[in-house]
Structure formats: C-alpha cells, structure tokens
C-alpha cells in the first residue's frame, strides 16, 4: 500500500507564501519524477510543477519565477514552495509521483489534494 500525504495548505493574503508538503509512504523501492498539480472550481486540473528523481525541474509559466518545487529522496517528501501568491493560484493542490513498488509495479499516485486560498 501506498500513500501520499500533503500538507502546508490555507488561507493566505495576496502576496504572501506558502509552503507544501507531501510525503511518501508504505511499499515503494524507488520513486521517479514527482509533481504538484492544482485544481480550481469549474477548471480542469492542471500541472503546476514537477521534478526528476535527478533534480531537473519544470515548471507552468503562470509560475514560473514565484514557486520552486524541491524534493528529499531519503525522506521520501515533495515541497512546493509558493511566493508572491496571486488570488488566481487559488485551488486544491495534489501531488503527484511515479514509482516503483517492491513487488516491481511501477504506477503513478496522487495525495488527497489541499487547499490553498490567496485572499484578502
């Protein structure tokens, strides 16, 4: 069994930061890319950012040079790290990893997604 497990979500004013979590966890051998994806009312879910196990990273442009995801291998947890938050970045936030399991299945999991409110 796998689980994602995010934190970090909330209410934040125009401008502020915050910063996501998620962590991995159960039966997993290794784990590949990782991302961060966010979806807003009445919108179609959407890639914010994702990285390699290796570090390379990609970004959406909306935000581009405001968020940086990062990521530690040896505690299995994904951050996303949100500055200059706009009321547009509002949404439900998921993560998102590639794996491969002990048994040798490799399949992708998502997290029970958060909530992020930018508002004033």
């Known amino acids: 069994q796998v689980q994602l497990v995010e934190s970090g979500g909330g209410l934040v004013q125009p401008g502020g930061s915050l910063r996501l979590s998620c962590a991995a966890s159960?039966?997993?051998?290794?784990?590949?890319?990782m991302g961060w994806y966010r979806q807003a009312p009445g919108k179609q879910r959407e890639l914010v950012a994702t990285?390699?196990?290796?570090?390379?990273?990609n970004y959406a442009d909306s935000v581009k040079g405001r968020f940086t995801i990062s990521r530690d291998n040896a505690k299995k947890t994904v951050y996303l790290q949100m500055n200059s938050l706009k009321p547009e970045d509002t949404a439900v936030y998921y993560c998102?990893?590639?794996?491969?399991?002990?048994?040798?299945?490799?399949?992708?999991?998502w997290g029970q997604g958060t909530q992020v409110t930018v508002s004033s």
């Open positions: 998102n990893a590639q794996l491969t399991t002990w048994r040798g299945d490799r399949n992708v999991y």
């Open positions: 990285i390699t196990s290796g570090g390379t990273t």
């Open positions: 159960g039966n997993i051998f290794s784990i590949h890319d």
